[in-house]
């Protein structure tokens, strides 16, 4: 039996995030308030008459732009708005769902933009869901084995954040995880369909501490276990809230 070490969300996607102690999870749907908002870009194909989830290419995020990488976010509790934190910007106190807010939040993500790809354009978001690269009402649960494992073969140590993941666990040997998938598991009192994995981009090459790609994480992955995958999806089948230490049990 395993346990959860570390719960993550990314309220903007691409950019920020924010650990947690605890989330309370509704059966299919994505974790509270991850991927809520995503910032389109100046060629997305977004639908944005009839919202709708789309695919990550439309948006705002580390792959386009490494820098973004670097961001961190956090909910202040006092103004009831969300912290943006560069090493290169001043804070921006913003709530992404007011119009004025949300100009300032774009503008604030252009300066650290990639100038040769298409810069962010709008705030938007979709009722009832996050916008996860998936598909699916996923979350994605990863390994703290199979970080290990990675960051010895890249020869530095890789932080969680290159990975933007919900759920960290240990207790299981590295890329066990993958042996999950078609099963569920069960997190706390919550229960997960693990669908498929999370193949990886070259997001996870940046060092979130300085917004530089500095190791070749997808070529590793590749050279040593011949895919570039990395964690893996899972769908909420039963309602529950989970903690930073809950037990994990494969049903």
Not at 101 to 126: F, G, H
């Amino acid at each position: 039996m395993g346990n959860v070490t570390n719960l993550w969300r990314h309220p903007v996607k691409g950019v920020g995030g924010e650990a947690l102690q605890s989330v309370a999870l509704a059966a299919g749907k994505t974790m509270p308030l991850d991927r809520h908002w995503a910032i389109a870009h100046e060629d997305s194909k977004f639908n944005f008459d009839a919202p709708e989830w789309a695919r990550c290419m439309n948006f705002a995020r580390g792959a386009r732009g490494h820098s973004l990488m670097a961001v961190t976010s956090q909910y202040d509790e006092t103004s009831g708005k969300h912290r943006f934190s560069h090493p290169d910007l001043d804070d921006l106190l913003a709530d992404p769902d007011n119009a004025t807010d949300a100009a300032a939040l774009v503008e604030w993500v252009r300066q650290i933009s990639n100038p040769n790809r298409s810069l962010p354009k709008q705030v938007v978001s979709v009722a009832g869901r996050g916008m996860t690269d998936s598909s699916e009402a996923s979350l994605s649960i990863l390994s703290n084995a199979s970080l290990a494992a990675l960051s010895e073969k890249c020869g530095a140590e890789l932080h969680q954040r290159r990975f933007r993941a919900n759920i960290w666990v240990d207790g299981f040997d590295a890329w066990e995880e993958f042996n999950w998938i078609g099963k569920t598991i069960r997190i706390g009192d919550a229960e997960f369909e693990i669908t498929k994995p999370v193949e990886r981009c070259v997001a996870t090459t940046v060092n979130p501490a300085t917004g530089i790609s500095d190791v070749d994480t997808l070529g590793t992955l590749k050279s040593n276990w011949g895919h570039i995958n990395f964690g893996v999806f899972g769908v909420v089948t039963k309602s529950g809230t989970i903690y930073a230490n809950s037990k994990i049990e494969i049903l």
